[in-house]
């Protein structure tokens, strides 16, 4: 018996040393990116089955926290488009542990990467996106629905992988039209909590940044951004304001406003020009064409704006199509008749989706008791703070919940973070001060302060005086 438990002991610690203890995938271990600095924490990534049927698959990446894994929460990260990758943008450019260096061969450490306070999950959903892949051309053609109940099937499974987080606590985030994806997933799984008579989801938070939630209120947001930020003069602000009815406007059907209003929106766009980053208007932009004949000749290539490097797209795009690092990640195991890229260029994904009001969804899950929160950079004009603030509001009034932290500055580092405010102990809407549309790419430690907040079920500090997420 002594002998037998001693194999059996040697033998678990054999899993955990190389990656198979709590039941983990050791097949999905990523033993090393190429170019990746030493790190302590493990990484997993590969493909979850959503239909065998029509061999459809979503890839994902999954970090461990920095520290103490166990005893941390797991955090869902969707990007938005639809159609563009979580896996590039959340997890390589926003808050995950690494970014591409400048010579798009390597990796340098993100101090700043969510995992200090969470275990990290990203999808690159729905199929098509990527390297998640359907063998089933059809299922290209997708939209709101099918990706929720896509990335419903993908916990499912996902967790019959990862069996000890099945009763972690999850929290569900994303930015953009992530706005669609998690709050439409979040009501997925509580229907599936409410019929489940086994296995629950043990949802504790929604998380949505620079969200689109409605449409009306949205749209005209990024002309008033315009006018407020001076990027557009006052005729044409108030012509836009004058006569447009934003009220019937809808993503496939964008000109059933009159022609004035089109004549002006167009004047706007004109006069903002390309030479600006609509995601981020403090920003300076980066010029492919230098960035690309750089990484070919394998030179530091980072362009610095305010701290933040602007050409990490391209390089980003460069790293993910080596041979090695897709070996690596186990990644494009189909073989892809195309090259990575950050947005879909197979998707077919539904114009109307984009159209459906969020609120309603919001309202359910916080009548589950569920906190939502809504955070905005405030340098983003394309789902600008003015729209998500005053949807916030609405949604707030309808349900009647009372103000229960006035609307004040929050800090982080003895300086303002940002702006924010909370409904009811369960809806909280906050600004991150100089963020963008991608708000821990542009403001890493106020977001990292945020979020770490948000899992630890905290207020935003309103005082200079040190806090624990500092």
Avoid at 425 to 431: C, G, R, V, W
């Amino acid at each position: 018996m002594g002998l037998l438990w001693n194999l059996a002991a040697a033998a678990a610690v054999l899993g955990l040393l190389v990656g198979g203890g709590y039941g983990f995938p050791e097949e999905d271990l990523v033993v090393k990116l190429p170019g990746q600095p030493a790190v302590k924490f493990r990484q997993y990534a590969g493909y979850v089955d959503v239909d065998v049927k029509n061999g459809r698959s979503l890839f994902y990446y999954f970090v461990e926290a920095a520290e103490d894994p166990d005893h941390k929460p797991l955090t869902l990260w969707l990007n938005g488009g639809p159609g563009c990758s979580s896996i590039g943008g959340g997890a390589f450019t926003e808050l995950g542990p690494f970014f591409p260096r400048g010579d798009g061969r390597g990796l340098r450490i993100n101090s700043m990467s969510w995992n200090k306070a969470s275990n990290l999950l990203f999808v690159e959903s729905p199929a098509g996106v990527g390297w998640s892949y359907s063998n089933t051309s059809s299922d290209y053609t997708c939209g709101d629905a099918s990706t929720a109940m896509d990335m419903h099937m993908f916990l499912m499974e996902w967790y019959k992988k990862f069996p000890s987080f099945r009763t972690r606590d999850l929290f569900l985030t994303g930015e953009s039209y992530a706005g669609h994806y998690i709050p439409q997933l979040a009501i997925a799984l509580l229907d599936h909590n409410e019929h489940s008579k086994g296995f629950k989801f043990n949802i504790k938070g929604v998380a949505i940044g620079n969200p689109l939630l409605r449409l009306d209120r949205d749209v005209p947001a990024t002309y008033e951004f315009f006018w407020s930020h001076g990027m557009i003069s006052d005729e044409i602000g108030l012509a836009i304001m004058n006569d447009c009815d934003f009220e019937d406007y809808t993503f496939a059907s964008p000109h059933n406003v009159s022609i004035s209003c089109n004549n002006a929106i167009s004047e706007a766009n004109r006069i903002v020009g390309e030479y600006i980053n609509n995601y981020d208007v403090i920003l300076d932009v980066c010029y492919p064409s230098i960035v690309e004949q750089e990484l070919r000749l394998r030179k530091l290539a980072t362009k610095i704006s305010l701290g933040v490097d602007v050409c990490m797209s391209l390089e980003r795009r460069f790293y993910f199509n080596l041979p090695a690092v897709q070996k690596a990640l186990h990644a494009n195991r189909t073989n892809l008749p195309y090259n990575w890229s950050m947005c879909s260029n197979v998707l077919n994904y539904s114009e109307t989706d984009g159209n459906i009001d969020i609120l309603p969804l919001l309202r359910r899950i916080i009548q589950n008791y569920i906190p939502v929160w809504v955070f905005s950079g405030d340098q983003d004009s394309v789902v600008p703070l003015l729209g998500s603030r005053t949807l916030v509001r609405e949604l707030a009034e309808d349900m009647k919940l009372h103000i229960t932290v006035p609307y004040g500055a929050w800090f982080h580092k003895g300086q303002v973070g940002g702006w924010a405010t909370e409904y009811g102990n369960l809806l909280t809407f906050a600004t991150v001060r100089g963020a963008a549309h991608m708000v821990p790419y542009a403001q890493p430690s106020r977001a990292l302060h945020l979020f770490s907040s948000f899992v630890r079920g905290r207020r935003l500090p309103n005082n200079t005086r040190p806090s624990i997420d500092d």
